[in-house]
């Protein structure tokens, strides 16, 4: 069964600070796509990135970054001179290919990030 | 504004009342979701839509009924609901394809529909 494991349920920092966010999931299949998706209070999920299960590489946005280690089953996400904008609640995702058609994705519980300034 | 509509944005009903969810998507995909999110719980995925087609009822109680008339639009018939269906009820859309790989689009998300059950 699928599983995705945020074990911070709140993190606060002080901004321009560094973050690194947890994720580690649970899969028995070989393809799959993992999600990170950012929840600020007005309610919407805004999606972030999507990697899937044959690219390890690891990817920078800007001030995101991310580190995916099949090894570990994990994919932590990293704010790097964190801002008071970066505020919300961050969910890590797992979508397995074996399903066909749409997308069912399995979050985790969330992360809420606090940036004071 | 990511493309998906939902009204109403708030709504407190009591355990006898019958009402309704809505979500509409403007950015063509072919699948569209509903989504429960409570306080320190992962998010449940209650219902997929695929072409109009159900393909995912998450053992969901039978007070909750999907209606997905076309592509676009989607909603959840609410009736004899229990407190504990107090959430934050969120509506995804996204593109869908056939086949081994189908799966590997981002949903797009509403804000959410915040539903108190009195």
């Known amino acids: 069964a699928q599983k995705v494991t945020q074990a911070q349920t709140e993190i606060s920092v002080v901004e321009k600070e560094d973050v690194t966010l947890d994720c580690v999931y649970e899969?028995?299949?070989?393809?799959?796509?993992l999600f990170w998706y950012k929840q600020p209070p007005s309610g919407e999920l805004v999606f972030l990135i999507r990697r899937n299960s044959f690219d390890e590489q690891n990817e920078i946005s800007g001030r995101y970054s991310w580190n995916f280690q099949k090894s570990t089953s994990s994919f932590n996400f990293t704010i790097t001179a964190s801002q008071v904008v970066d505020s919300a609640v961050y969910f890590c995702a797992l979508s397995e290919a074996g399903q066909t058609g749409a997308n069912n994705l399995f979050f985790g519980t969330g992360t809420r990030l606090t940036v004071i300034p | 504004e990511t493309g998906v509509t939902q009204t109403p944005r708030h709504l407190v009903m009591g355990m006898t009342n019958k009402k309704s969810l809505k979500c509409e998507q403007h950015l063509g995909h072919n699948a569209m979701y509903w989504y429960k999110q409570s306080a320190k719980k992962p998010l449940e995925l209650m219902f997929v839509?695929?072409?109009?087609?159900?393909?995912e009822n998450n053992s969901v109680p039978s007070r909750f009924s999907p209606e997905c008339p076309n592509s676009s639009h989607l909603f959840l018939h609410l009736h004899t609901l229990q407190p504990e269906d107090s959430a934050l009820y969120l509506c995804?859309?996204?593109?869908?394809?056939?086949?081994?790989?189908?799966?590997?689009?981002?949903?797009?998300f509403g804000e959410g529909s915040r539903l108190t059950v009195l």
């Open positions: 839509y695929n072409f109009k087609e159900q393909t």
């Open positions: 899969t028995r299949d070989t393809t799959y796509y």
């Open positions: 995804a859309s996204s593109q869908a394809r056939s086949g081994r790989l189908g799966g590997t689009g981002e949903l797009f």
